[in-house]
Nanobody
Framework: QVQLVESGGGSVQAGGSLRLSCAAS????????MGWFRQAPGKGREAIAT????????YYADSVKGRFTISQDNAKSTLYLQMNTLKPEDAATYYC????????????WGQGTPVTVSS
């Protein structure tokens, strides 16, 4: 059974940094793509960073480009999101996701980890 477990969320002041982790288990061959999404209260879920094909392709939302970095350690089956220069508008619940194909719907989701940013 596939499981994605996020960790690393918390409270930080604006300008600070956090690193989120997502431990993946249960994959036979490993997902083609993994990604980070976030959802703030009253807003829809948005994709902020994805990584596919063992790092050969990455995507960043404009809102986080230059501040956030997605990476993965295949040996540890762990996905990371390094978040620097955090802003109050980055506050949200952050979710890890994975999919078996390079396109289409995301097949698996973690439970989410909250991030709060105080100004």
């Amino acid at each position: 059974q596939v499981q994605l477990v996020e960790s690393g969320g918390g409270s930080v002041q604006a300008g600070g940094s956090l690193r989120l982790s997502c431990a993946a288990s249960g994959f036979t061959y490993g997902p083609m793509c993994m990604g980070w999404f976030r959802q703030a209260p009253g807003k829809g879920r948005e994709a902020i960073a994805t990584i596919c094909n063992r790092g050969r392709a990455t995507y960043y939302a404009d809102s986080v480009k230059g501040r956030f970095t997605i990476s993965q350690d295949n040996a540890k089956s762990t996905l990371y999101l390094q978040m620097n220069t955090l802003k109050p508008e980055d506050a949200a619940t952050y979710y890890c996701a994975a999919r078996n194909l390079p396109y289409g719907d995301w097949d698996y989701w973690g439970q989410g980890t909250p991030v709060t940013v105080s100004s």
